[in-house]
């Protein structure tokens, strides 16, 4: 069954800025190129009732492209040099058809 | 601009109960029935990360369709009724293109 991944973050740059945009590029460029990915977007995220300002959703056909994807060197690698020490708050959500 | 508008919750009831499904064909039949309501779905959460179990989501046209949602009598009725009661817990966000 497919699994839509998504996370929505804040980061430690000021909005707008070009440190924003340069973390935002990054996610894109580099996830997209890891194999299973499927659907990817970068989203605002506008409800006052939350403090996040943006979102990562992809999608994976299955459970073991989805795995595939969180042992990816790729991965892994953008987690440790950029979502760490960029990200300062996020909440991962997954989903399926009910 | 569309405005993808999502929330998920926990429900007080036990998962796999009737009331669950009860719950869920209200929410479906309730809201899919107010105009503007476009794309409705409901997902099940299934990341460990989160303690919510099902989502609701929808798309509307631009931000005059959203607030006519949420002043539509049948939206507030369905919160009044069975949102309140039934869901334990829960957390809004909504989505634009980045």
């Known amino acids: 069954m497919p699994i ?19 973390f935002l590029r990054a996610g ?5 190129a890891i194999p299973g990915v499927t659907g990817f977007a970068v989203m605002r995220q506008v409800s006052p009732g939350s403090p996040f300002t943006h979102q990562f959703r992809m999608v994976f056909a299955d459970a073991a492209a ?13 987690v440790e040099e950029r979502w760490v020490p960029e990200v300062a708050d996020f ?7 009910a």
Chains 1, 2 share one sequence.
Do not use: I
């Open 28 to 32: 894109r460029d580099t996830l997209t």
């Open 91 to 97: 909440q991962e959500f997954d989903f399926e058809p």
């Open 66 to 78: 989805y795995d595939a994807y969180n042992r990816h060197p790729a991965h892994v690698g953008f």
């Open 4 to 22: 839509e991944h998504t996370v929505v973050f804040r980061l430690v740059h000021e909005a707008g800025s070009d440190e924003e945009s340069a």
